[in-house]
């Protein structure tokens, strides 16, 4: 079973892949890329094609991909925050400084915040007696990506799109401590 959502300004999808067997990326999906503590955005990965009435200078192509299978009563899942190169990208002529890149890194780095609340919730249902569990995998997955999306327009909010140095600051240090505080669900 395979349900596939869409939405945001950033251009936030979410996927939620079921009991499916297939390899994580196609062909045409090769530019995504899985987040890494190790490994943070470049200018370089911001590869797609900015259209004409986008109003933002610069936008990230984030995606929660959730993938599981349930055999002989056992819940196996992966989650995953993904950036599309492909889906990403900046306007002819954008300053393209580490700071405003930085801004972009943390809405990736919310991301992973929820991915690791999902991984979290999933272990705990993994944990004990499964019955209705693919209900509960859905359910689960639409209260924290509607909370994701909340916390990324929030986000762009309160450091009005990395404009206000004061928040941003904050916003960097409440993310790294959100990272810290589920690192045991990375």
Request: charged share 30%.
């Amino acid at each position: 079973m395979k349900l596939v959502l869409f939405f945001f300004s950033i251009f936030f999808t979410p996927f939620l892949l079921g009991n499916s067997s297939s390899a994580w990326f196609s062909a045409k999906e090769k530019n995504k890329i899985v987040w890494n503590a190790e490994k943070k955005l470049e200018w370089k990965n911001f590869k797609g094609v900015m259209p004409a009435n986008f109003l933002y200078s610069v936008n990230s192509g984030i995606s929660l991909k959730v993938d599981y299978k349930i055999k002989k009563n056992r819940f196996k899942y992966t989650v995953n925050a993904i950036f599309s190169e492909n889906d990403s990208y900046f306007r002819n002529g954008t300053v393209t400084t580490t700071y405003i890149l930085n801004n972009e890194q943390r809405h990736f780095d919310i991301a992973e915040i929820y991915a690791r609340i999902l991984r979290k919730k999933y272990s705990e249902l993994a944990s004990g007696e499964i019955s209705d569990t693919e209900y509960l995998i859905t359910e689960l997955y639409k209260k924290f990506f509607e909370e994701l999306k909340k916390a990324q327009v929030q986000y762009d909010s309160e450091t009005n799109r990395s404009m206000d140095f004061e928040k941003q600051e904050y916003w960097n240090g409440r993310i790294d401590t959100m990272l810290d505080s589920l690192y045991k669900f990375r």
